[in-house]
C-alpha cells in the first residue's frame, strides 16, 4: 500500500466495514518495547486511544508490549471485524513515517525487537478470525534504551491517534499531550 495516502486507505477500508455492519468490532493492539526509544509508539498509540474513546464499546485497545502472542485469547474472544496492529518498524523511510501495511502482500518492513515473529502471530489471528488484518507501520528515529518518542515519533503518534479516534467515533477528537 502507498505510505502517502495511508490516512485514505484506512479511512475506505473503515468505511467499506461500517457499510457492511454499522459498528464494526476493531481491535488497535500496539506493539513495542517501551523501554527502547521510538519502540513504544505502538504501546503509546494503544494507551492513549484508549482513553480517548472510551465510550465506544465495539473498540478494543491493547498495549500488548513486545508480546502480542500474549493477547490472542482476547482478540479471539473480541471477536473483531479490523485487527489494526501499530508498531515502529525500519521502513527505509525518514524518522515519524507511517505507512499502513498488508501484512500478507508487504514485506518491504522489518520488525525486531519482539519475542514471537509478528507475522505468526498475524497468520494466527487472521487464520482463526478471518477479519481483516493491517499493520500501521512508523519509522523509528531511535531504539536506544532510556529514550522516549523522539519529536518526529511523537508527532506521528499525535497524528495517528486524531485520525483513528475521528475515524473509530466519528468525532474530530484532537490529542494534545501523549504520555511517554
Request: a positive charge; charged letters at 15%.
Amino acid at each position: 500500500m502507498s505510505a502517502l495516502c495511508w490516512q485514505t486507505i484506512l479511512k475506505n477500508k473503515i468505511q467499506q466495514l461500517m457499510m457492511k455492519k454499522p459498528s464494526p468490532r476493531v481491535v488497535v493492539v500496539g506493539i513495542g518495547n517501551r523501554m527502547l526509544g521510538d519502540d513504544a509508539v505502538g504501546p503509546v498509540i494503544a494507551r492513549t486511544l484508549r482513553q480517548a474513546v472510551v465510550e465506544r464499546p465495539a473498540l478494543l485497545c491493547l498495549d500488548a508490549g513486545p508480546t502480542p502472542e500474549n493477547f490472542t485469547g482476547s482478540i479471539l474472544r473480541f471477536q473483531p471485524d479490523m485487527l489494526l496492529m501499530v508498531d515502529a518498524a525500519d521502513l527505509n523511510a525518514p524518522p515519524g513515517a507511517i505507512h499502513l501495511l498488508d501484512p500478507y502482500r508487504d514485506q518491504t518492513y522489518q520488525v525486531g525487537t519482539h519475542t514471537l515473529a509478528l507475522s505468526v502471530c498475524i497468520h494466527y489471528i487472521q487464520a482463526s478470525l478471518h477479519c481483516e488484518v493491517y499493520l500501521l507501520a512508523v519509522q523509528p528515529y531511535t531504539l536506544q534504551p532510556g529514550h522516549g518518542l523522539s519529536t518526529p515519533v511523537r508527532h506521528s503518534a499525535r497524528q495517528i491517534i486524531g485520525v483513528l479516534a475521528a475515524l473509530l467515533t466519528k468525532s474530530n477528537h484532537v490529542i494534545e499531550a501523549l504520555p511517554t
